[in-house]
């Protein structure tokens, strides 16, 4: 087990997942253009939804980018956590529109696992991540997100708690 490195990796996810929340907040509606173009699926509903933004997956990449070396990470270790988080956070949000529910609704585990399990699928054999981090890591993500979830409201920094 590798309990500093997924602490760290730990930290990349949170910055991945928090920073468009942030950038958000600062910046309203500017630059918050819809990954999907505004597209639909062909059920009707939207493919991701308004919320996911190309400013908020910018912002995600280049945070977790910049931020890796600070943690004795590289860039390309940080640039692959905040892509691949990225990724597992389309995937929910492209089920969650599947399954009829709001953008930035609560679903709890298709919230937090993707996001968090495909970062660290993706850093396992170029970080030596055991299966227990990689189970570890996700469940102290599922946890703490749903705590720091609670803050980020508190501080109005998030519309509504998971």
């Known amino acids: 087990m590798h309990p500093l490195l997924t602490a760290k990796l730990l930290v990349l996810l949170t910055l991945a997942n928090g920073s468009p929340v942030i950038a958000t907040r600062l910046l309203g509606r500017r630059f918050g253009r819809a990954v999907d173009g505004n ?5 009707g509903r939207p493919l991701f939804g308004r919320s996911k933004t190309i400013r908020g997956l910018v912002v995600s990449l280049l945070t977790t980018a910049a931020a890796a070396p600070l943690l004795g990470l590289t860039m390309a270790t940080g640039l692959l956590v905040g892509t691949t988080a990225m990724i597992g956070d389309l995937c929910s949000s492209f089920l969650k529109r599947r399954l ?18 495909l970062p660290l699928l993706a ?4 970080l030596s991540l055991t299966a227990a981090d990689i189970a ?3 469940a102290v993500f599922f946890v703490g997100e749903l705590f720091l979830s609670h803050v980020l409201f508190r ?4 519309d509504r708690p998971y």
Request: glycine content about 8%; overall charge neutral; proline content about 6%.
């Open 39 to 43: 597209c639909t699926f062909v059920d």
């Open 123 to 126: 850093c396992a054999s170029i």
């Open 100 to 117: 009829g529910l709001a953008p930035s609704s609560r679903a709890t585990g298709l919230d937090q696992i993707p996001e968090s399990l």
């Open 136 to 138: 570890i890591g996700c």
């Open 155 to 158: 501080f109005r920094l998030r």
